[in-house]
């Protein structure tokens, strides 16, 4: 006998749900690169990175906007611009919304969702910091 069973009704269905929900958002998320208008960030929500770069943690999320020009397509390449010295960058977990928001009950949030991405979040450090400092936006350390 070679192990393998054969799969009942209800697998079956099952099975072709998964997928079937696998296609949706797999098409949903085809062109978001394109598509979408910008990239919302909450800073410093992980506390030992926050604690590594001597920062505070907010009592509530910190939010900052990147441009869509960051994005980097799949097997594009990270350039290291001229204007730092100092490049950090961080694994992160992407929530790609599929559909235009605002003041969603939370019960329906999940229903926003089109898919997630694993994202590679790259900060000009020394820019930041030097902003920072003089208490302006640190956005230009984001650009990259």
């Known amino acids: ?20 929900n696998l296609i949706e958002c797999m098409s949903a998320m085809k062109d978001f690169v394109k598509q979408s208008t ?4 909450i800073g ?50 992407g929530v790609i919304i599929g559909k235009k928001m605002s003041k969603v009950p939370k019960e329906e949030v999940m229903s926003h969702v089109a898919g997630y991405s694993v994202t590679i979040d790259v900060t000009c450090r ?7 400092a003089e208490r302006k936006p640190w956005s230009i350390s984001k650009m990259s």
């Open 44 to 93: 410093r929500n992980y506390a030992k990175h926050a604690a590594e770069l001597g920062n505070n943690i907010p009592s509530e999320p910190f939010y900052f906007i990147k441009p869509t020009t960051c994005y980097v397509e799949d097997g594009g390449n990270i350039i290291y611009p001229d204007i730092t010295n100092n490049l950090h960058h961080e694994l992160e977990l």
């Open 1 to 20: 006998s070679s192990g393998i069973t054969q799969s009942t009704g209800s697998f079956n269905t099952l099975q072709h749900y998964y997928i079937l």
């Open 126 to 132: 020394d820019l930041q910091e030097k902003c920072k």
């Open 38 to 41: 910008k990239i919302i960030c």
